[in-house]
């Protein structure tokens, strides 16, 4: 068993340090083939793929300059990894947001098959920018459903 938490903690790990340095191939590889990202609080399904779920990520940290991450714990328990931390998102703009999140990661050997992100809604909309919020607006679940999907007026939170 340790060897399977230990792989785990690995790549979920790997997937923490490619998203923070944007290398969204990086973030791609870690996922499942059929892995499911979802932000709990958000209205949204959520995104299933590595290239959809690197598409709903982007939606909403493409404008984000600077990160500052800070893991207050992380439990590794068979195929489920658990991280308490706390986000710091930079803008372009200036603007910062300050975000606490539990985020749940079921791991196989295939690679990140479930990513559940936890989070106050009302946080995170309390000290996000406004043109940052119009722009998440701007999509839906279509735009990371699918290769194809073209963004439409009824969105919500990446």
Not at 34 to 45: F, I, K, L, N, Q
């Amino acid at each position: 068993m340790e060897g399977v938490e230990e792989r785990n903690l690995e790549l979920v790990r790997r997937l923490w340090e490619a998203l923070y340095r944007k290398d969204w191939e990086g973030v791609a590889a870690c996922i499942a083939p059929d892995g499911h990202y979802e932000d709990v609080p958000a209205p949204d399904p959520g995104a299933t793929g590595p290239e959809n779920v690197v598409r709903r990520l982007r939606i909403g940290l493409d404008p984000v300059v600077r990160f500052e991450h800070e893991i207050h714990r992380v439990v590794s328990q068979g195929d489920t990894v658990v991280i308490e931390h706390t986000e710091v998102w930079h803008f372009e703009t200036g603007e910062s947001v300050r975000n606490d999140f539990v985020t749940i990661h079921e791991v196989s050997e295939r690679g990140i098959e479930l990513w559940r992100d936890y989070w106050d809604l009302g946080t995170l909309m309390g000290q996000a920018p406004k043109w940052w919020l119009k722009r998440l607006a701007e999509f839906s679940s279509g735009d990371f459903a699918s290769a194809g999907a073209s963004s439409s007026s009824e969105g919500g939170p990446s």
